[in-house]
C-alpha cells in the first residue's frame, strides 16, 4: 500500500508565491519517480514537474524558471518516507487547477487526493 497526503493548495493573487507538499508512506521503497500533475476544468491532466530517485528533474515548459521540484527522503529499516515539494513562483491565473502527487513505482502509478489552486488575476 502506498499513501499520499497533499497540502499547501489555497487561493494566491497573480504573481505570489505557493508551496504545495506530498507526503508518501507506505511500500514505495527506495526506487521511484514523484512528481506534480494538475488538470484545469475542461482540460486533461498534464505533467507539471517530475524528480526521480537520484535528484533528476523535469519541468513542463509553462513552468520552467518558476516552479522548483525537490524532494526528501527517509529510509529506514522498517519503511521509507518520502516527501516532495513543489514551490511555485510568479503564479499565472492559468496555473489555476487541481494538484495531484503522483507516485510510479514498478509501472504502478500512484495518485494523492488533489490539491486545489487558484490564482486570481
Known amino acids: 500500500q502506498v499513501q499520499l497526503v497533499e497540502s499547501g493548495g489555497g487561493l494566491v493573487q497573480a504573481g505570489g508565491s505557493l508551496r504545495l507538499s506530498c507526503a508518501a508512506s507506505g511500500s514505495i521503497f527506495s526506487i521511484n519517480l514523484m512528481g506534480w500533475y494538475r488538470q484545469a476544468p475542461g482540460k486533461q491532466r498534464e505533467l507539471v514537474a517530475s524528480?526521480?530517485?537520484?535528484?533528476?528533474?523535469?519541468?513542463?515548459?509553462?513552468?520552467k524558471g518558476r516552479f522548483t521540484i525537490s524532494r526528501d527522503t527517509t529510509i529506514s529499516r522498517d519503511n521509507t518516507k518520502s516527501t516532495v515539494y513543489l514551490q511555485m513562483n510568479s503564479l499565472k491565473p492559468e496555473d489555476t487547477g487541481v494538484y495531484y502527487c503522483?507516485?510510479?513505482?514498478?509501472?504502478?502509478?500512484?495518485w494523492g487526493q488533489g490539491t486545489q489552486l487558484t490564482v486570481s488575476s
Open positions: 524528480i526521480t530517485s537520484g535528484g533528476a528533474t523535469n519541468y513542463a515548459d509553462s513552468v
Open positions: 503522483n507516485l510510479k513505482r514498478n509501472a504502478v502509478d500512484y
